[in-house]
């Protein structure tokens, strides 16, 4: 399974503005349930305002159980959840 071309764009804006220290953690509200999100953005700046650009939002509780990683014996498979692959 191959990452699609604008993820790769999207984690490579990420990873420079990492190195830049353009990098911000922002309380914002879910769309959808309006609960709190923490959300990973790139600051930047337009005529003197800054902006920034949301990523991503860090998990709450556990990561491990709100994603399944890749199946290695399957490359357009994900692992089950509660496989031994994953950490406990």
């Known amino acids: 399974m191959s990452i699609p071309d604008y993820a790769r764009t999207n984690f490579q804006t990420l990873l420079r503005?990492?190195?830049?220290?353009?990098l911000a953690l922002m309380e914002c509200a879910d769309a959808e349930t309006g609960k709190p999100r923490y959300v990973l953005c790139a600051v930047g700046r337009d005529s003197g305002d800054y902006v920034f650009t949301p990523f991503g939002h860090l998990a709450d509780g556990n990561p491990y159980d709100a994603y399944l990683p890749p199946d290695p014996d399957d490359p357009g498979g994900?692992?089950?959840?509660?496989?031994?692959?994953?950490?406990?």
Not at 17 to 22: S, T
Not at 78 to 88: I, M, N, R, S, V
């Open 17 to 22: 503005a990492a190195a830049d220290g353009n």
């Open 78 to 88: 994900f692992l089950p959840k509660g496989d031994e692959h994953q950490p406990a």
